[in-house]
C-alpha cells in the first residue's frame, strides 16, 4: 500500500451572522444567507456556520441543498443542536469560545448582518488574518494604519461570494 | 423547495495518542492506530483525530484508505499543518485548548499509548460525558465512587473498535 | 471559627490596546494608556489587560506606580512573559482565545487605539454583555439595530475611567 | 518617575478537586483541602481553584481565613457565581475550557480527591509542564516511560503543601 497524495483541499469560507434576526430586514437577511450557501456550494466550497439557527442555518440550508458539504462549529457539547442542515457537526464545548475555531477554521469569512457575537467573529477572523466580506453588516473604521487582512463590503449576495473564493483561494495570511 | 431530512449521522471515534511515539513498542503502537483507522471506516464511522503525525496521522491513514472520512482538529491557525490523511483539517488556533474539541466533537474515544497529552484527552473526554477505550494505554484508578462514562481496557484493535463502536452507538452521556 | 463576609470588590476594568503601537500617534496612545491606568487605579479599580506591551505595559505601570492592583491574562503559558508592571499574571495557555477571557473577568472595557485584536476584544467584550469605552479606538456602526452593551466614545483619558467607572458600577449585563 | 522593579512573585498553587464530593470520604477530603489552603497561605503561596464549591471552596476559605491570597478561574461569565471565600474572581466564559487556565496559571498543582474533572486537570497539568501532588486522588499508571513533570503522591496535607512548595520553587517547565 502507498502513501496516497493529499487531495486539494476545497476553499472553505465561513458564513456568520445573527442566529435569530430580527426587525424590517431579516427576510432579506435570511434569504442572501440561503443564497450565498448556495453559490459558495456550487462553486465548490465548503460552508463552515456556528451551526445553529437564522443566518447559520440559512446558509447552511442553501449550500447543502445544493449538494455542498456544511460544518457547524457548535457551541456546546452536544452534537444534536445542530441544524438539520449541517452536515458534519463538530461540538466544541467552548461556548463563546467557539467563534475562535469558527473563523479561524475557513480561509475566508462572509459577515451577514449580525449583532456583538457577529462582530467579535470579524474581530477574531480579521486577528487571526482572515479576511472578512460584509453584507449589511458592521461597518468598521479606525483612526490606525493597519496591515494585513481586511473588510470588504459586498453590494449583495453575488458579489460577496465572488469577493470571498477570490480572497480564500490567495490563502490566509498569518495570525497578526 | 422543501426541507430535506437530516441524513442520519455515523458515529464519530477519536483516536488519540502520541504525536511522535518513541521507545520499543513505537512500532505496534502505530501499527495499531492504522488499523483501528481502518476498521472504524470500513463499519462506516469518521474518525477525528487531532490532525497531527504519530498516532494520529497512523489512523487517519487507516481510515482515509479504506475510504473513510478523516477530521483533524489542529492546534495552530494553519490547515496545512494537517498531516495528508486529514480530509477535513479544522483550524483552531487554541493551542492545547483543542484537545477538548478532539473530544467532545467524538461519540466515544479510543485511546492507543500515549503521553500527558492523550491523558489530558482522556480525562476531559469522561468529564464531557464520552466513554474512553484503551488500548496499551492509561491506567486510572480512583479511591472514589463515580457514575457516568467509563475507561474500558481493550485487548487489541478488533476489540477496541468494536467496543467504540457499541459505546458510540449508545450516545454521549451529558456532561458532569 | 466563622465564615467571614466576602469583602466588597473592587471594579473591574480591562484597558485593551496595541501591543506594540507605531505611527505619528503611538506616544499619546502611550500616554494616554499610562494615564487611564493611574486615574483608574486612584479610584480604586483592578486594571486587567492582556499582560504584554504597548498599551496593556502602559496601563499596568500608570495604575501599580499609582498603588494599584494589575492582573495580566497572558496569551502563553509562561508567567515571566508578563510586563514588569503586572502584580498578578494568570497564563492561560489559550493563545488569541485568552482575548475572552480578558474581557469576560472585567466589569467593563477601554479600548485605546488598537488595531485586530482590539476589534476582536471589543467584539468579545460587547457579546459578554461588558460596555466598552473607546478612546481613539475603532468606531462600529450597523445598519441593524440591538440591545444591551453599548460603546461610549470618550474624549480623553479623564473621560474614558469615568464612564468605565460609571458603567462598572451598574454591573455587566448578561450576555447576549 | 523611575521604573519599580517587578516585585518578587510567590509561589502559585492550584488546588483542585470536586465541586461537590460525597461519599464516605467527603468530609475528610473537604478538611484536608481547607488545611492545605491554610499551609500554603502560611508559607506566603497564592491559591488558585477553580473557583466554585467542595474541595476549591475548602481551600479558598483556608487560605483567605489565614491572611492568604486567593484566586478562583470561574467557568462562566458571572463574578458572582465564586464562592465568598475568592478574593479575586477571574470570569473567563470557557466552560469547561476554563479547567486549562486553572492549571496552567499555576507553578505547581495539589490535586485532592476528585472524579473526572479533577482527572482532567491534573492531564492537562502534566501537558503543560506542571508537577501534580495527589492526595486520596487518581492514581495514573502507563506502559510508556516519559520525562517532564510527574505526579507525586502525598500521605497527608502537610506532606502534598511541602511537595508542591518544592516544586513550584523549582519553576515550572516547559509544556510538553
Redesign the interface.
Known sequence: ?T?????I?PP?VAVIG?GD?S?P?AHRILEWAEEVGQLLARAGA?VITGGLGGVMRAAS?GA??SGGET?G?LPG???SAAN??????????????R???VV??A?AVVAI????????????A????RHVVTL???????????G??RVHRASGPRDAVAIALRLAGEG?L???
Chains 1, 2, 3, 4 share one sequence.
Open positions: 500500500m502513501d496516497r497524495p493529499t487531495p483541499r472553505y445573527d434576526p426587525g430586514d465548503v440550508r447543502l441543498m460544518i462549529i457539547a452536544d452534537h438539520e442542515f449541517v452536515r458534519t457537526p463538530i461540538a466544541t464545548g467552548l461556548g463563546v469560545g467563534n475562535l475555531v479561524t477554521s480561509d448582518g449580525g449583532r456583538h457575537g457577529t462582530l467579535s467573529e470579524i474581530g477574531l480579521l486577528r487571526m488574518g449589511s453588516s458592521w461597518r468598521l473604521e479606525s483612526d490606525h494604519r493597519m494585513g487582512p490566509a498569518q495570525p497578526g
